[in-house]
């Protein structure tokens, strides 16, 4: 069997085998997924051990995106964009690196959720490597304006600047956004800490779109402060399955079909 496998600290409650070998399952690949707790200065030196021993790919999840695209020799423009990388491919003896979560998100919204970004106003809320790796794809969608906005403003100054040839990208004091937002995106992990961005309450009405990249058991602290102001809100499941779909297409360019899966996920949480 061809041996894959997802790699991070912490990884005890990575969805990802499950979805792996459910896409495995269902496109009649001969392949096995599985997880690696890795040491926090060991990262490199497992990598190189586990593609020594026939790994073909892996997924690359915190704290080790950075590195991981460090140790490409080569890049898809993605992953350039977002200078981190969570999908490893392993051919030849060259590293290829990829990063599928922007495209998750896209395909979750426009697919998933049948929400068009096109000229649309887009608020993200958070300037660390989740809003790095999800900017570029966003924009590639033609919105009208994508806005970053962070508690610490000279980062969203910077990821503006990083995306600017893409489209049109712009930073913001949070406490400075009041209206004209059609779509906000919470890619903080303060749902992690079941805390909540210092976020307007004028900016969520029933005619915006929230969407968290956190998800859990039961709705996320901002998903459901969202909901109760009448948006509809979504958590991060959905981009979750699709960007794991994006990364199987990368190593065995076939395209899964992710139907079903979030109910199947979702009843298994609970």
């Known amino acids: 069997m061809d041996q894959y496998c997802v790699v991070g600290n912490p990884i005890e409650h990575s969805l990802s085998p499950f979805i792996q070998n459910h896409f495995a399952k269902s496109t009649n690949q001969n392949l096995m997924y599985s997880k690696h707790l890795v040491e926090l200065d060991k990262f490199k030196e497992t990598i190189q051990d586990l593609f020594s021993n026939g790994f073909l790919g892996c997924n690359v999840t915190v704290p080790f995106k950075e590195q991981a695209y460090a140790m490409c020799h080569k890049l898809t423009e993605r992953a350039k964009q977002a200078q981190s990388v969570n999908t490893l491919k392993y051919e030849d003896g060259i590293i290829f690196g990829d990063n599928t979560d922007g495209a998750g998100l896209v395909k979750d919204l426009t697919v998933g959720k049948n929400i068009v970004l096109k000229d649309k106003t887009i608020l993200v809320i958070g300037a660390g490597g989740a809003a790095k790796g999800i900017i570029g794809s966003l924009l590639m969608q033609g919105p009208k304006k ?71 058991a039961k709705p996320t602290v901002f998903v459901q402060f969202a909901s109760e102001l009448g948006a509809v809100a979504y958590d991060g499941l959905g981009m979750l399955i699709e960007q794991a779909a994006e990364s199987f297409n990368f190593w065995r360019r076939i395209e899964p079909s992710t139907d079903g899966l979030i109910e199947t996920i979702r009843s298994s949480l609970n």
Request: glycine share 4%; with cysteine.
């Open 146 to 216: 994508v806005i970053i906005t962070n508690r610490t403003i000279s980062k969203a100054v910077s990821l503006a600047n990083h995306f600017q040839h893409l489209g049109n990208v712009c930073y913001a004091e949070i406490d400075c956004i009041a209206h004209g937002v059609d779509v906000v995106i919470n890619a903080t992990s303060s749902s992690l800490k079941g805390e909540l961005p210092p976020l307007d309450t004028s900016l969520i009405n029933e005619s915006v779109v929230v969407y968290d990249l956190m998800y859990s």
